[in-house]
């Protein structure tokens, strides 16, 4: 053996990303919905967060997985207005209501999330909504507001289901694109943080899944893209 091979540096392996990671360029969708006492996310309450995460199966569809759902006491001096608290149906003082306060609900929110993310090889989280800026502009507030850190979400860049189901089924509109979609919608539960998310969770799945070939050819035809180009 000479010198050179001796002390040559042996290469590195490099761990193909997870099927999951390399669909979303190293982001894990998590899809989430907030109920909220009014539409401004810096005055008006944080009320109830849910989110729905997704897998992918060993066929390459994109699947439900856990969920997770965080009633919210209102900040100090959180603004409601009785109009969306007749939407939503939620009494934020009801003494029987499971409410924890913004920041521990943030925290067990995102230690969920943060292990999702770790457990698909992805490198962060990235909000999955229907009208996501809305989802993504309350989350952001609270997070803000009570000083939680290590936010697991990117900042700014989101998935909107209203954009999407515009394009894959013409519908914008939540309840008339999860039922172009093919699956139910009760309207009675709308509004729900839950079942809003699980139901936005649907549509995503099944327009990431109908979109699938579309993907795969253009990864078979385009150079690796970086995990994380800093501007989502």
Not at 196 to 218: G, H
């Given at each position: 053996?000479?010198?050179?091979?001796?002390?040559?540096?042996?290469?590195?392996?490099?761990?193909?990303?997870?099927?999951?990671?390399?669909?979303?360029?190293?982001?894990?969708?998590?899809?989430?919905?907030?109920?909220?006492?009014?539409?401004?996310?810096?005055?008006?309450?944080?009320?109830?967060?849910?989110?729905?995460?997704?897998?992918?199966?060993?066929?390459?569809?994109?699947?439900?997985?856990?969920?997770?759902?965080?009633?919210?006491?209102?900040?100090?001096g959180a603004n409601l207005e009785p109009a969306s608290l007749q939407v939503?149906?939620?009494?934020?003082?009801?003494?029987?209501?499971?409410?924890?306060?913004?920041?521990?609900?943030?925290?067990?929110?995102?230690?969920?999330?943060?292990?999702?993310?770790?457990?698909?090889?992805?490198?962060?989280?990235?909000?999955?909504?229907?009208?996501?800026?809305?989802?993504?502009?309350?989350?952001?507030?609270?997070?803000?507001?009570?000083?939680?850190?290590?936010?697991?979400?990117?900042?700014?860049?989101?998935?909107?289901?209203?954009?999407?189901?515009?394009?894959?089924?013409?519908?914008?509109?939540?309840?008339?694109?999860?039922?172009?979609?093919?699956?139910?919608?009760?309207?009675?539960?709308?509004?729900?943080?839950?079942?809003?998310?699980?139901?936005?969770?649907?549509?995503?799945?099944?327009?990431?899944?109908?979109?699938?070939p579309f993907f795969e050819s253009a990864a078979g035809a385009a150079p690796?893209?970086?995990?994380?180009?800093?501007?989502?």
């Amino acid at each position: 053996m000479s010198q050179n091979e001796a002390t040559a540096p042996v290469a590195e392996e490099q761990t193909p990303p997870s099927p999951i990671a390399a669909r979303f360029r190293g982001f894990l969708p998590v899809i989430v919905d907030v109920e909220t006492g009014g539409f401004n996310p810096a005055t008006d309450a944080l009320l109830e967060i849910a989110a729905v995460f997704v897998h992918q199966d060993d066929a390459g569809d994109l699947r439900l997985g856990d969920k997770s759902r965080y009633l919210v006491k209102p900040f100090p001096g959180a603004n409601l207005e009785p109009a969306s608290l007749q939407v939503t149906g939620i009494d934020p003082y009801h003494p029987l209501r499971p409410a924890l306060d913004e920041a521990d609900a943030l925290r067990r929110l995102f230690q969920e999330v943060r292990k999702a993310v770790k457990d698909a090889q992805c490198n962060r989280a990235i909000l999955v909504g229907h009208n996501a800026f809305f989802d993504l502009q309350f989350l952001n507030a609270a997070v803000t507001r009570s000083g939680v850190k290590r936010n697991p979400f990117h900042p700014f860049s989101s998935f909107d289901t209203a954009t999407l189901g515009g394009v894959a089924y013409g519908q914008t509109v939540l309840g008339r694109a999860v039922t172009a979609a093919g699956f139910d919608w009760d309207g009675d539960n709308a509004h729900s943080a839950l079942y809003d998310a699980e139901k936005t969770a649907e549509l995503f799945c099944a327009i990431v899944n109908r979109f699938r070939p579309f993907f795969e050819s253009a990864a078979g035809a385009a150079p690796p893209a970086p995990a994380d180009g800093g501007n989502g």
